[in-house]
């Protein structure tokens, strides 16, 4: 088993920066491939960024990449979301994942609460 706590978001103004964390308690997070997903009111969860073990290769959706850059430090078991220039549309709950890779939500076994990021526009 893996637990896993998001946190970091916030409402922010549209062209600001975030970071949201990802923190992993339970079996080795160094095992773990992890993934970021998010969920915007009335939108089903969509893929945002993954992340293999060792963090040498990463994947993005297209509607972040650029944007965004998703990283993990091992040493303390966490991983992380760096978010530029966010706009309205950036607006959802946002979901880390562990167990699994990929861009398919039904891959990844262990999910955390999620945090809440805000862009006012």
């Known amino acids: 088993q893996v637990q896993l706590v998001e946190s970091g978001g916030g409402l922010v103004q549209a062209g600001a920066s975030l970071r949201i964390s990802c923190a992993a308690s339970g079996r080795s997070f160094s095992n773990y491939a992890m993934g970021w997903f998010r969920q915007a009111p009335g939108k089903e969860r969509e893929f945002v960024a993954a992340?293999?073990?060792?963090?040498?290769?990463?994947d993005y959706a297209g509607s972040v990449k650029g944007r965004f850059t998703i990283s993990r430090d091992n040493a303390k078991n966490t991983a992380y979301l760096q978010m530029n220039s966010l706009n309205a549309e950036d607006t959802a709950i946002y979901y880390c994942?562990?167990?699994?890779?990929?861009?398919?939500?039904?891959?990844?076994?262990?999910w955390g609460q999620g945090t809440q990021v805000t862009v006012s526009s």
């Open positions: 994942a562990a167990g699994g890779y990929g861009d398919t939500a039904n891959g990844y076994s262990y």
């Open positions: 992340i293999s073990v060792s963090g040498a290769h990463t």
